[in-house]
């Protein structure tokens, strides 16, 4: 590789972003340039204002284990949390024993039933988590400050981001890729040039004219309340079994829940915030007057399914029929569970790659 090359990333979700960063700590004097089509960095994974509650939000509570070594880099041990409860909703009781639970908390990790995770997935869960100790169990959820705490200080190692910048074609000429073509914009390649396509599946797949994999959706709802909602024994993470919701987080004034795997969901969201609430109030015991103000919105292409067949038409490397194009993010790894973690494992194999490409 030249001194002169510029490494073109497509995306400035995290996978995107860690590609950034280890190709500055890689190669010194190399000049990265990062488009994303949308206004701001993140992708998935980003704090926004939302205007309805006139509060900073996540675009979905995002959960950082100790097992994730790169992403607690960027968590202060003083903010893990580790009083995990979970409540029945049949049985009306509840329960820190994680063993009984271990289904619940699988499908939550995959956005996939746990019947269904691919068994070479399940394997690496075990082998990324063991030995099996308390720091590796310890959990961090994201609190309206993703950007603040992840994504601003990856976005910082990029040379230039280009903003509002959607990829709609790849010209190639002699088999190497050779123009980006942008919605508003192109950009020629030199010789030396290399590209990583940091994108989701879905754009990817649209992009490159490949077949799209199934996917299953999230649903997040996030509550601003008056006061700071306890739920007994004083969990700020609570798991829901037989329920409506998977998972309540509590930070402050704001209350937020997800619903794993919801693809069957059908339920107008307005209407799904009341009846969870309802939900809510029963683990609480209380019967609210009324519903607080609410932002509701259904990721509908949230993840890959992580399932058997979705797992063997992932890709097997980061390699494209381009020499000089290789591909970054969760779902390009197979075999991995679709995380941030396993976005910074594909960041890692892109940049070997590209640095290798000729």
Request: with cysteine.
């Amino acid at each position: 590789m030249t001194r002169t090359a510029t490494y073109h990333i497509i995306g400035a979700g995290v996978a995107g972003l860690f590609c950034a960063k280890l190709l500055k700590n890689k190669i010194k004097d190399s000049h990265v340039v990062v488009y994303e089509a949308a206004s701001q960095a993140g992708g998935r994974c980003m704090s926004y204002h939302d205007k309805t509650l006139e509060q900073k939000l996540d675009n979905g509570t995002h959960v950082v284990i100790g097992a994730n070594k790169e992403l607690a880099k960027f968590v202060d041990k003083n903010e893990w949390e580790s009083n995990i409860i979970f409540w029945d909703a049949n049985k009306k009781s509840f329960s820190d024993n994680k063993k009984l639970y271990k289904n619940h908390i699988l499908m939550s990790v995959c956005n996939t039933p746990a019947e269904q995770i691919a068994k070479p997935i399940l394997k690496n869960i075990l082998y990324q988590t063991f030995p099996w100790n308390r720091s590796k169990y310890n959990l961090y959820f994201s609190k309206q400050n993703l950007s603040q705490k992840i994504i601003n200080n990856l976005a910082s190692y990029a040379d230039e981001i280009k903003y509002n910048s959607k990829l709609i074609k790849i010209e190639s000429q002699f088999g190497r890729a050779a123009q980006l073509n942008f919605e508003k914009y192109q950009v020629d390649l030199k010789s030396e040039d290399r590209v990583i396509l940091a994108l989701d599946n879905k754009h990817y797949s649209n992009l490159m004219g490949q077949t799209e994999l199934a996917h299953n959706s999230i649903i997040n709802i996030s509550y601003y309340t008056s006061e700071k909602i306890h739920f007994p024994p004083n969990a700020s993470f609570l798991g829901i079994v037989n329920g409506i919701v998977d998972w309540v987080f509590v930070n402050n004034n704001i209350l937020s829940v997800t619903i794993s795997a919801a693809n069957d969901e059908n339920t107008a969201l307005p209407e799904l915030a009341k009846k969870i609430w309802q939900e809510l109030d029963a683990v609480r015991g209380v019967n609210s007057a009324f519903i607080p103000p609410f932002k509701a919105f259904k990721h509908k292409y949230a993840t890959i399914a992580q399932d058997e067949k979705t797992n063997e038409l992932r890709p097997d490397s980061a390699l494209t029929e381009y020499p000089n194009v290789v591909i970054a993010g969760d779902w390009t790894m197979k075999n991995h569970v679709c995380c941030m973690e396993t976005a910074y494992l594909s960041a890692k194999r892109a940049v070997k790659a590209i640095i290798k490409s000729k």
